[in-house]
């Protein structure tokens, strides 16, 4: 059974930092592109980063870019997302997902996707 778990979320103040971890259990993530999807209020699911298969190659939305960096464990089976100077706009439920095409931007694109870790960024 495959399963990605999301952790690392929490309540963090304008400029903060917060690390996500998306951990997989029953896939190799080595294999995979790996996605970090945003949800917020009222709205779909937005990419916001992906990695992929290979790790030579890597996405960001560009709201995140020169401030998220995401990255893998290869020997924890792990991909995480590191959060810098964080705005009130990133809050939102932060999902990880795995699939085996290069980052794909829709939903659709991924076969797995983890529950989910909810970030709130306010003073």
């Known amino acids: 059974q495959v399963q990605l778990a999301e952790s690392g979320g929490g309540l963090v103040q304008p400029g903060g930092s917060l690390r996500l971890s998306c951990a997989a259990s029953?896939?190799?993530?080595?294999?995979?592109?790996v996605a970090w999807f945003r949800q917020g209020p009222d709205r779909g699911r937005d990419l916001v980063s992906c990695?992929?298969?290979?790790?030579?190659?890597?996405y960001y939305a560009d709201s995140v870019k020169g401030r998220f960096t995401i990255s893998r464990d290869h020997a924890q089976n792990t991909v995480f997302l590191q959060l810098t100077s964080l705005r009130p706009e990133d809050t939102g439920v932060y999902f990880c997902?795995?699939?085996?095409?290069?980052?794909?931007?829709?939903?659709?694109?991924?076969?797995?996707w983890g529950q989910g870790t909810q970030v709130t960024v306010s003073s």
């Open positions: 997902a795995a699939g085996p095409q290069s980052c794909p931007g829709y939903v659709l694109g991924y076969d797995y």
């Open positions: 029953g896939i190799s993530l080595d294999y995979n592109a």
């Open positions: 990695v992929g298969s290979s790790g030579a190659n890597s």
